[in-house]
């Protein structure tokens, strides 16, 4: 099985700032990458897919950027919605598999 | 509009069988893949399995012995079903289309006695 590595756990900062979440894979994925937000007690929502392509309606502030085994979430000027976890997972290989998550807090 | 929604009992017996369904509107399930995710309280997210728009079926090794996922595609419906439950298999457990792009709300299954 692929092991997703996901760091930070947790992440406090201001709003209007720029956060990176990363994600490292245990092989090469090819890009067959996405980001979650899931926000307390609801589903988790697509955020990015292959690595950098951005879903239906999620704000362009939201990026997702790498290749191979190293992948990373970037949110510019956070604003007070963005308190979230945020998950990684690939799709590359079976069973999909998803990194142990972000907490993010706004300080 | 896509919507897939989860339904079951939301407390179960340790020992006996999860029966889940997952009902899917705005999509066809004879084009589309549906999976199966949940997560335990407070914790991430794990992949359980997957119903192909053929009928095939895949599923998490770390599961396979106790799963089994299923259709109707005249009542546009998914199942899992899942023995030997223990109280670590408490979370809520989602379906979801395949591309991730829609999830149904959850269902919170608690297993205890």
């Known amino acids: 099985d692929i092991q997703m590595t996901q760091s930070p756990a947790s992440l406090s900062a201001s709003l209007g700032e720029t956060v990176t979440i990363e994600c490292r894979a245990s092989?090469?994925?090819?890009?067959?990458l996405a980001w979650f937000q899931q926000k307390p007690g609801n589903s988790p929502q697509l955020l990015i897919y292959?690595?950098?392509g951005l879903a239906d309606g999620v704000p362009s502030r939201f990026s997702g950027s790498g290749s191979g085994t190293q992948y990373s979430l970037k949110i510019n000027s956070l604003q007070s919605e963005d308190v979230a976890s945020y998950f990684c997972?690939?799709?590359?290989?079976?069973?999909?598999?998803f990194g142990s998550g972000t907490k993010l807090e706004i300080k | 509009q896509v919507q897939l929604k989860e339904s079951g009992p939301g407390l179960v017996q340790p020992s006996q069988t999860l029966s889940l369904t997952c009902t899917v509107s705005?999509?066809?399930?004879?084009?589309?893949?549906v999976h199966w995710v949940r997560q335990p309280p407070g914790k991430g997210l794990e992949w359980m399995g997957r119903?192909?728009?053929?009928?095939?079926?895949s599923y998490n090794s770390a599961l396979k012995s106790r799963l089994s996922i299923s259709r109707d595609t005249s009542k546009n419906q998914v199942f899992l079903k899942m023995n030997s439950l223990q109280t670590d298999d408490t979370g809520t457990y989602y379906c979801?289309?395949?591309?991730?792009?829609?999830w149904g709300q959850g269902v919170m299954v608690t297993v205890s006695s």
């Open positions: 979801t289309r395949a591309l991730f792009d829609y």
């Open positions: 292959d690595a950098n």
């Open positions: 705005g999509f066809s399930l004879t084009s589309n893949n």
């Open positions: 997972q690939q799709y590359n290989n079976y069973p999909l598999t």
């Open positions: 119903m192909r728009f053929n009928g095939d079926t």
């Open positions: 092989e090469d994925i090819y890009s067959n």
